[in-house]
């Protein structure tokens, strides 16, 4: 099954020295049905923040769902950062930039390197439990930013059912929420 809203125009390697690094331009097709033409790297980054936002009288969390190129290109039809600043602000703010949430009390729960073998990154993983009176706009991301971010709001346990049935494949996505039922949270 080929995902029909993604053409691969042209792979450049940049690096093959100890990671390959590849420049990829492709073209991509949004939902109002407009093409786009982007270019994307895959390499080191630098480090991550990521974060679960829950509901504790609803029983909810909000999720993303956002085209990634370097899943796709590892066979994932879907293709489901960090700033300088410092992690707990960066997440404030993309929080805000790509959820839609204005969020007061966050709290790290633990960093992991995700793939310490390749890769240096490191990521900060957070929670925040958050009400509809935190929410400013719609989300999605920035534009210039070439972000297309869904915002999906989810109760914790079809959230937790989409990783058995395979749907969730996000390993940051399930150790967050895996966290919150382990601690009782949720």
Request: charged content about 30%; hydrophobic content about 35%; overall charge negative.
């Amino acid at each position: 099954m080929k995902n029909n809203k993604v053409k691969i125009l042209k792979t450049e390697i940049l690096s093959d020295n100890w990671y390959t690094l590849n420049k990829v331009t492709f073209e991509y097709q949004k939902k109002d049905g407009t093409l786009e033409t982007q270019n994307r790297e895959a390499y080191d980054r630098g480090n991550g923040a990521t974060i679960l936002l829950y509901n504790k009288e609803s029983k909810t969390v909000i999720l993303t769902k956002q085209f990634r190129l370097p899943t796709y290109i590892n066979g994932n039809e879907d293709g489901m950062m960090i700033d300088k600043d410092n992690p707990e602000d960066c997440i404030r703010k993309e929080t805000e930039e790509e959820l839609g949430y204005e969020i007061s009390d966050v709290k790290k729960v633990f960093e992991v390197y995700m793939s310490p073998g390749s890769v240096t990154e490191i990521l900060y993983f957070f929670i925040a439990e958050y009400s509809k009176s935190m929410k400013v706009n719609d989300g999605g991301g920035l534009a210039e930013e070439q972000e297309e971010i869904e915002v999906l709001e989810l109760d914790i346990d079809a959230a937790l059912e989409m990783i058995d049935s395979g749907e969730i494949k996000d390993a940051k996505t399930i150790m967050l929420l895996q966290h919150v039922r382990l601690k009782g949270i949720l």
